[in-house]
């Protein structure tokens, strides 16, 4: 599939750096390990996002799979935490807003919010992880209902609470949601981009058919692939 250029949400400049690693890593007999990847492209994606990331695209990008991933900040250096969430046949429906959003852009405006008012931030951060924690949960026990629950509610702290969607956005969401995704929310830094619905085989289609209605583009894939593969 070729990633589009107003594709924000679906991690195109890890992936393109991924990729590119991985060539030059074999045709230059670098030796470097594909768990090792991230080391080597933190520093590209903080300077791609404007000054900010969490590499946790790094990961699915170059290993592939289902993943947990953690810096532990609080530590000199900074500490990564991983773990593989295991096989799973989870289907998506991404759906392109077609609206660009930068994460460049996004990162220093919850940045500034957060400065503003870290207490109000903090609480919806903790409940992101209380999300999260869940999430993995539901990943290793291949719970498609509970997941599509909580990304609904991890969308709705995005949109309304960080403020970092977009109207195209949540009218992409909203549909999916009617047309009978498991759930669905935004990708990625927000202000457009895509989001992406978590659906059943049976769903996917007509999940497909409403957020062209509504005038985005979709796409049906899978989650959870091979990360880079060298030929």
Known sequence: ML?????????????????VLGALNQSFELGIEQNNFFD???PFQVKVHGGAASGAEITSSSMGGYNWVKRDLSKTPPVLER??????????VIGNTGVVGLTAETVPYVRSG?????????????????????????????????LGQLMDEDHELLARDLGVAHPKL???VDAARKAGAYGAKMSGGG??????????????ERVAKAIVAVG??????????????TH
Do not use: C, W
Not at 3 to 17: E, N, V
């Open 3 to 19: 990633i589009p250029k107003d594709s924000g949400g679906m991690s195109s400049s890890t992936a393109f750096l991924s990729s």
């Open 40 to 42: 080597v492209l933190l």
């Open 83 to 92: 773990k593989n969430l295991g096989k799973q046949d989870f289907s998506l």
């Open 114 to 146: 957060f400065n503003g008012d870290n207490l109000s931030y903090n609480e919806v951060f903790d409940r992101i992880s209380e999300l999260v924690g869940a999430a993995e949960r539901a990943i290793k026990s291949g719970d498609a209902k509970l």
């Open 170 to 172: 949540n009218k992409l």
């Open 191 to 204: 202000k457009g981009g895509v989001m992406v619905a978590l659906v059943s085989k049976d769903s996917q």
């Open 216 to 229: 985005g583009h979709p796409y049906i894939t899978t989650v959870g692939g091979h990360g880079v593969q």
